[in-house]
């Protein structure tokens, strides 16, 4: 088993099944009613923290109270699973569907950025390692999988961050609600590329550890 790689879909599939628990707890609170159509606001105008937070999100149920009950439980079945299940034969695939799930009962949209590189990493976590990343030069192979777990670390802690600052619209110092949007859209696209080299880091970290 890959065990970087592992690590890395159990910490980024969480933090998504947490963001669709947070979507689901504020459909919830709107209580048993219908939504306006497919697309709708997870957090209601008597629930909202700050003027952009909405939270929008996608649902084929035509009821706030089951799109959140649905979203709270699938999220937590994708935090399971992450955690738990991934490596096994039909993980990845497993994976993907509930993560489509929860995309189609209200758990968020904005995941849908990331949720199929989580899911194509974890087809790599019993496979041999890329043959492009054992031909890079050593210290190359040494430098990247030596700065994973900070990768790791990082790129976790700013998605956290861009999650928390969309539901509440908290950052201190900042009142400003363009501002705060700003900073929120703009941690989310560092994010993408500290992802992007966190998983390839942990390419070549489980490379290097398949030499020894």
């Known amino acids: 088993m890959n065990k970087a790689t592992k690590l890395n879909v159990a910490v ?3 933090i998504f099944g947490i963001s669709g628990i947070n979507h689901g707890f504020f459909e919830i609170l709107q209580g048993n009613k219908l939504t306006p159509g497919l697309f ?3 957090i209601g105008e008597a629930q909202k923290m700050w003027l952009h937070g909405n ?3 996608l649902t084929i149920i035509p009821n706030f109270m089951i799109s959140g009950v649905l979203s709270v439980f699938i999220g ?3 935090i399971l699973w992450s955690i738990k299940f991934v490596h096994l034969k039909y993980g990845p695939i497993i994976l993907f ?3 489509t799930i929860l995309l189609l009962v209200g758990g968020g949209i904005a995941q849908i950025i990331f949720f199929p590189w989580i899911c194509l990493v974890a087809s790599r976590i019993n496979k041999t390692p890329i043959i492009s990343i ?3 030069p050593l210290n190359i192979q040494q430098l990247f999988s030596n700065i994973w777990p900070f990768l790791l670390s990082i790129s976790g802690f700013i998605l956290v961050f861009a999650l928390f600052v969309a539901t509440t619209g908290f950052i201190p110092g ?3 609600p363009e501002i705060i949007m700003f900073i929120m859209l703009c941690s989310l696209v560092i994010d993408l590329v500290l992802i992007a080299l966190t998983y390839f880091s942990g390419f070549v970290r ?3 550890l398949k030499k020894v």
């Open 12 to 14: 980024f599939g969480s």
């Open 40 to 42: 709708v606001m997870a």
């Open 55 to 57: 939270e929008p999100a």
């Open 76 to 78: 937590g079945l994708i």
């Open 97 to 99: 569907i509930l993560f």
């Open 134 to 136: 054992m031909k890079l």
């Open 174 to 176: 900042i009142s400003n």
């Open 206 to 208: 489980d490379a290097i």
